[in-house]
């Protein structure tokens, strides 16, 4: 297993090995994340925002602050070079002359990989289009071996915008290395794109659905996600669907005890602020996943750690 150099383009790039790896070394970040490190010292990150963020973007930054390194970037292209015309890849070409590390999120679908051919430094899709999240599966399977104590054995809704939405993309495929049973819980307009359930057959029972109570005294994980509505090409479409589904108490009457409800984040109105007390909700538990997992993720590529 070797993580030194390499990108994260895909979660599809890594074994289930090497995501088992890449979670225990964020356990043992843990403590760094609470006293800090000076692991990275003198190393310099590159974060490269075509698009909106919080918490992916300031994750990665914290992460490399409490390993003793420091950040570059923007997260307004406006202000760039871009913005003058500049392309993807002679702006990779250019920064990886002052980092040793690139994060980018951009609107296109397969932006990051087209980037990560340009530069010699490590690239991170910090998110590409409506196609992949890499990191944010990994924070999510983080959050369920720490909430749930495994991912083997249990069965798991992932419902919302399964089209547009990228995090469950990538979830999708991460939790296909596992022995899980998948809910795809979601609106017919909105169903999980074909070619991830064509990917992940034959490795896990998915089963779509539209009726979310229905398999709430089932399951173990429910995975809620908005309704991405900047990549809807038609605003009409996002009207009909708009405000389509809701997971609140009385949603939640026939849950398991031990249910978790995790979301990438930002939520709209699709679990309401009700929720946010009842023992299920790990949502907020999540966003810490993302600063350990993240300090995982930079070590182990810029090889501070194995
Ligand atoms: C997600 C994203 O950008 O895909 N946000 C995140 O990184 N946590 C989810 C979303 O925007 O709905």
Redesign the pocket.
Known sequence: MRFKGRDVISIKDFTKDEVNHILRVAGEMEPLAKKGSDMLRGRILATLFF?P?T??RLSFETAMYKLGGTTIGFAEPEISSVRKGESLADTVRVVENYADIIVL?HPLEGAARFAAEYAEVPVIN??SGAEE?PT?ALLDLYTIVKEMGRIDGLKIALAGDLRF???VHSLAYALSLYDVKLYMVSPPTLRMRSEVLEDIKGRVEAVETEDMESIIPEIDVLYV??I?KERFPDPAEYEKVRGSYRVDLNTLRNAKDNLIILH???RTDEVPPEVDMTPYAKYFKQVWS?VVVRMALLALLLGAVE
Do not use: N
């Open positions: 698009e963020s918490r992916t999120r910090a998110g999240h944010q939405g990228r995090t996600t908005r991405q990438p984040l930002p993302g």
